[in-house]
């Protein structure tokens, strides 16, 4: 019985070089860039990525870490946390493999580790909260063309998300909670819910995402007992010039700053794991555009993704359980 933790990915190392082959993998992939092929991959390999590389590799140098990839050395401590977790629950020996959809261990690698230990029933579980077509599909789309390749293919089920499973909502406001516990109990202004974005045109033709997002933001604002003037759904990590999904972040941050509000707090629900649009776009970039709008310096925190928590843990492991119903004991 194999189950297959599957996150985004991260380059091998924070150097261009690095960097050059995880973007192309990337921005190649047709549902993230929902873009004709012949118009976007000229434009992706005469320009994009002859500039990016080296960009990426410096912001990734900022968050790396002597482990290597905060997203990789976290998922890593994850799928330990939940093997452990799974093995003290059932009889049934059940092998937990890493893949992720761009860069390494990949989605193949991870197969292949369970195909090895024999497990003949799989399920996938992409570690994204909010269903979307471009990463929980885009994932799926990496599982059926590995799976396409062997002769003998295994018995397999999915989980498409889990934006408002309680045990996640709960986990996240607990994690806040204890924010603000170590903080002296301190609230702030503005609790802002900072999503990964996706372009509007994505959601008019039918992506979830969007309605998900806030959805989980409305679900753990209310768990905290938070007034609608307390809190907001913003979105973040725009990439071109088209309208993605609105408010901005950046923008936000700026405009509270302005305003004079003395305090906000940015969480990120749609990371399982921090990352690279976590650690440095939101812990970093986003502070600084709080002071530099005249917000104060102590005015601007960033609480952590879920990470390896233990109530994050248990969740998984509760939804790998449920989804594994009449496989195991």
């Known amino acids: ?23 192309r993998q990337f921005l190649s992939d047709p549902r993230v860039i929902e873009l004709p092929a012949w118009k976007w991959l000229p434009i992706l390999h005469l320009f994009v990525l002859t500039r990016r590389p080296a960009t990426s590799a410096e912001l990734y140098r900022k968050v790396w870490t002597p482990e290597g990839s905060p997203l990789l050395v976290i998922s890593e401590r994850q799928r330990r946390a939940v093997a452990a977790a799974l093995a003290e629950r059932v009889a049934t020996p059940l092998h937990v493999a890493l893949g992720m959809r761009y860069g390494r261990p ?5 197969l292949a580790e369970l195909r090895d230990r024999g497990c003949r029933r799989l399920l996938s579980f992409p570690l994204y909260p909010q269903y979307s077509a471009t990463t929980t599909a885009s994932t799926f789309d990496a599982l059926v063309d590995e799976l396409r390749t062997w002769r003998w293919i295994p018995e397999l089920r999915t989980i498409h998300g889990y934006h408002a499973e309680p045990g996640y909502v709960d986990a996240l406001a607990a994690s ?27 959601a008019r033709a039918g992506d979830p995402y969007d309605r998900f997002c806030r959805e989980t933001s409305r679900s753990v604002a209310a768990r905290l007992g938070l007034a609608d003037e307390e809190w907001a759904t913003v979105f973040q990590s725009r990439f071109g010039r088209e309208e993605w999904l609105q408010p901005y972040t950046d923008e936000t941050v700026r405009a509270l700053a302005r305003g004079g509000a003395p305090s906000v707090d940015v969480i990120s629900p749609a990371f399982a794991a921090d990352c690279l ?22 005015g601007y925190r960033f609480i952590p993704c879920l990470n390896d928590r233990s109530d994050h843990v248990r969740l998984l492991a509760d939804l790998v359980l449920r989804n594994l119903q009449g496989w195991v004991e």
Do not use: C, Q
């Open 106 to 110: 990949s989605i193949a690698d991870a």
């Open 277 to 298: 649009e976590t650690l440095e776009e939101l812990d970093g970039l986003n502070r600084h555009f709080w002071e530099e709008a005249g917000g104060p310096p102590d």
């Open 176 to 202: 806040i909670e204890d924010f603000w516990a170590a903080h002296g109990g301190a609230r702030p202004a503005k609790l802002l819910f900072s999503f990964h974005g996706i372009p509007v045109r994505y």
């Open 1 to 23: 019985m194999g189950v297959l933790l599957a996150n985004l990915g991260t380059p091998d190392a924070p150097t261009a070089r690095a960097l050059r082959p995880y973007l």
